[in-house]
Nanobody, 125 residues
């Protein structure tokens, strides 16, 4: 079982991208969905999370005010809207699903049962 992340690409600094994560139907609102990124030579890092029903969200400090996570459980899709992109946002972005009981521990990647294959975001002029 995999989530399917898409929407990455090359964008200039200051630009925008919207990433999508297709979630298997059985996951639905029982799971929180998180986005992580991994830059070359660096550890995978938490970026954003949304609770099962979408009522709660949280973000990495460096993306607050620039990124917005949202979900539509009827469409089995989670989005990460990214604005005012910076070169340091360059990374492979992954979406992942964690049982909602682990929402309070969402920065712990080990809590996520299912992962997507990743989509590359490159911010460069």
């Amino acid at each position: 079982v995999q989530l399917q992340a898409s929407g990455g690409g090359l964008v200039q600094p200051g630009g925008s991208l919207r990433l999508s994560c297709a979630v298997p139907g059985f996951i639905s609102d029982y799971y929180a969905i998180g986005w992580y990124h991994q830059a070359p030579g660096k550890e995978r890092e938490f970026v954003a999370v949304i609770s099962g029903y979408g009522a709660s969200t949280d973000y990495l400090d460096s993306v607050k005010g620039r990124f917005t996570i949202s979900r539509d459980n009827d469409k089995n899709t989670v989005w990460l809207q990214m604005k005012s992109l910076k070169p340091e946002d360059t990374a492979v972005y992954y979406c992942a699903a964690a049982p909602r009981r682990y929402y309070s521990d969402y920065t712990n990647g080990a809590r996520y049962d299912y992962w997507g294959q990743g989509t590359l975001v490159t911010v460069s002029s």
